[in-house]
């Protein structure tokens, strides 16, 4: 009797254990089928296919996180840097965002390696959504961001002009992918859609969004702007003081000490103009740089499919 209650107990845990899905950062059971590699070009043998996907697959499940990757060789002749960004973020809303008004968490490389032949030639985009967007995070004006570490990593194996080592370039994609979820994201991250007018933040572990930032994240960019004035203020204070003490004002002598009464001979000269002529030159401050928002921010967008994306790009 004991014997058959333990197996009616063991077998239960099991069909709850299967019920259950793989994890609550993939939703979705039957979209992690779709991490892996894709290659439409065949640029790959199909062993090298394999490979890649076993390793793509095993990286999701590391950083449970949704992950793949597209590598383009001349199937998109037109593609452009803004539809370069369209078609991944396309890609992973067809791949893992089977729900509208849901973005789950995950990353989606596209490596595009046509020739410069067009207005992008070879690009590389790195799609992220949900906490994906915070975990690989493109903060505005700043080179050592995760994502640009990311594209840095990928590009090392793809020198200009030349084939490069696509295996190796996504190897350190999904060793990066891995690393950057583990640890977390980064301390008061945050994306904001200017489009929608929303902010994107993590809140329990979940991304969320609100028109506005949490009071922590405004206290904590007015303290760094504050920090900000005063190391400014002492820099401007010691420079000055540095600078007048390097010079010594003497009383200068009169200029009667320097001429000579006796060979001295003044002349006086008039220039008379007629007329003045003033030109003007506009000074251009329209640099082209990147978008606006709050030091230390990303930025993020909507998808065709009503998704909210962030991530970033690079030619090589």
């Given at each position: 009797?004991?014997?058959?209650?333990?197996?009616?107990?063991?077998?239960?845990?099991?069909?709850?254990?299967?019920?259950?899905?793989?994890?609550?950062?993939?939703?979705?059971?039957?979209?992690i089928?779709?991490?892996?590699?894709?290659?439409?070009d065949?640029?790959?043998?199909?062993?090298?296919q394999?490979?890649?996907?076993?390793?793509?697959?095993?990286?999701?499940?590391?950083?449970?996180?949704y992950?793949?990757?597209?590598?383009l060789?001349?199937?998109?002749?037109?593609?452009?840097?803004?539809s370069?960004?369209?078609?991944?973020?396309?890609?992973?809303?067809?791949?893992?965002?089977?729900q509208?008004?849901?973005?789950?968490?995950?990353?989606?490389?596209?490596?595009?390696?046509?020739?410069?032949?067009?207005?992008?030639?070879?690009?590389?985009?790195?799609?992220?959504?949900?906490?994906?967007?915070?975990?690989?995070?493109?903060?505005?004006?700043?080179?050592?961001?995760?994502?640009?570490q990311?594209?840095?990593?990928?590009?090392?194996?793809?020198?200009?002009?030349?084939?490069?080592?696509?295996n190796?370039?996504i190897?350190a994609?999904?060793?990066?992918?891995?690393?950057?979820?583990?640890?977390?994201?980064?301390?008061?991250?945050?994306?904001?859609d200017?489009?929608?007018?929303?902010?994107?933040?993590?809140?329990?572990?979940?991304?969320?969004?609100?028109?506005?930032?949490?009071?922590?994240?405004?206290?904590?960019?007015?303290?760094?702007?504050?920090?900000?004035?005063?190391?400014?203020?002492?820099?401007?204070?010691?420079?000055?003081?540095?600078?007048?003490?390097?010079?010594?004002?003497?009383?200068?002598?009169?200029?009667?000490?320097?001429?000579?009464?006796?060979?001295?001979?003044?002349?006086?000269?008039?220039?008379?103009?007629?007329?003045?002529?003033?030109?003007k030159?506009?000074?251009?401050?329209?640099?082209?740089?990147?978008g606006?928002?709050?030091?230390g921010?990303?930025?993020?967008?909507?998808?065709?499919?009503?998704?909210?994306?962030?991530?970033g790009?690079?030619?090589?």
């Amino acid at each position: 009797m004991k014997r058959r209650i333990i197996s009616l107990i063991a077998a239960l845990c099991c069909l709850v254990l299967f019920a259950l899905p793989a994890s609550a950062a993939r939703p979705y059971e039957n979209c992690i089928a779709n991490c892996k590699l894709y290659d439409p070009d065949n640029l790959f043998t199909e062993t090298e296919q394999e490979e890649l996907s076993r390793l793509i697959r095993q990286t999701s499940d590391a950083a449970d996180v949704y992950v793949a990757v597209y590598v383009l060789n001349g199937s998109e002749q037109d593609m452009t840097k803004s539809s370069c960004i369209s078609y991944a973020d396309d890609r992973y809303d067809e791949l893992f965002n089977p729900q509208y008004g849901v973005d789950t968490d995950g990353v989606l490389l596209v490596l595009n390696l046509q020739m410069p032949a067009s207005e992008t030639g070879r690009y590389l985009y790195i799609s992220t959504s949900g906490m994906g967007q915070l975990y690989y995070y493109e903060e505005l004006n700043n080179p050592y961001c995760r994502c640009e570490q990311m594209m840095d990593h990928i590009v090392n194996y793809m020198p200009p002009g030349q084939q490069g080592d696509p295996n190796q370039a996504i190897l350190a994609f999904c060793n990066d992918v891995e690393r950057y979820a583990k640890s977390g994201a980064p301390h008061h991250a945050y994306t904001r859609d200017y489009s929608a007018g929303l902010y994107y933040y993590e809140k329990n572990g979940k991304l969320v969004s609100s028109k506005t930032l949490p009071l922590s994240y405004r206290m904590n960019m007015a303290a760094g702007l504050m920090i900000g004035l005063v190391a400014g203020g002492l820099t401007m204070l010691i420079s000055f003081l540095v600078i007048k003490s390097s010079y010594k004002f003497r009383k200068s002598l009169s200029a009667s000490n320097y001429i000579s009464d006796k060979e001295t001979t003044f002349y006086q000269r008039d220039d008379m103009f007629i007329r003045t002529h003033t030109s003007k030159t506009r000074i251009d401050t329209d640099r082209g740089g990147g978008g606006g928002g709050f030091s230390g921010g990303g930025s993020s967008h909507s998808s065709s499919g009503g998704h909210s994306h962030s991530g970033g790009g690079r030619s090589f």
